[in-house]
């Protein structure tokens, strides 16, 4: 992988033309101004991630992630770990943690690699974001905003967690 250092990078995962599955162009868009913060738009497809994210460190990537959870719920991995198969994690093709691990098997993941994920309502074609995962939004920037501070600055990562409902 180029080590060359770009700086921190988050990427939006989803299709916007597909309900809830817009939720990481919608948080990217809400981050676009971020002073030193790189921002790209992706569907998700692994070889593309891998283009993004080369010589980034940190990266954010932020998707709709279906676990079952209350609709909203805001979910972080770091993919420094094998991430969770058992549930869909994706609403793509190939799933999120496929793509990670094709990555991490070819040499290409960042040093740093977090996933940011909201729990969906809707993935129906032609829909807008639901209610409630547009209400997640700040607490997902709030939340990005922390991990690339804390990544900027050397501190260890928090530990994965995911459950935690967002607070308005």
């Not at 460190?57 to 932020?62: M, T």
Request: glycine share 10%.
């Amino acid at each position: 992988m180029d080590r060359a250092h770009k700086g921190p990078l988050v990427i939006g995962i989803g299709n916007p033309w597909r309900g809830d599955d817009g939720i990481g162009h919608a948080v990217v868009d809400a981050l676009v101004d971020t002073p030193g913060l790189a921002t790209a738009k992706s569907h998700g497809e692994p070889a593309e991630l891998m283009a993004l994210w080369q010589g980034h460190d940190p990266v954010i990537l932020v998707d709709a992630i279906v676990t079952g959870a209350a609709p909203g719920t805001l979910h972080r991995l770091d993919a420094r770990e094998p991430l969770p198969r058992g549930a869909r994690y994706s609403s793509h093709g190939i799933g999120l943690a496929e793509a990670v691990e094709l990555a991490r098997s070819l040499g290409e993941l960042p040093d740093t690699l977090i996933v940011h994920g909201i729990e969906p309502t809707c993935l129906k074609d032609a829909a807008d974001l639901s209610h409630e995962v547009r209400e997640s939004i700040a607490s997902a920037v709030s939340r990005i905003t922390d991990d690339l501070a804390a990544a900027m600055h050397g501190q260890p990562p928090c530990t994965n967690r995911a459950g935690a409902q967002h607070s308005n």
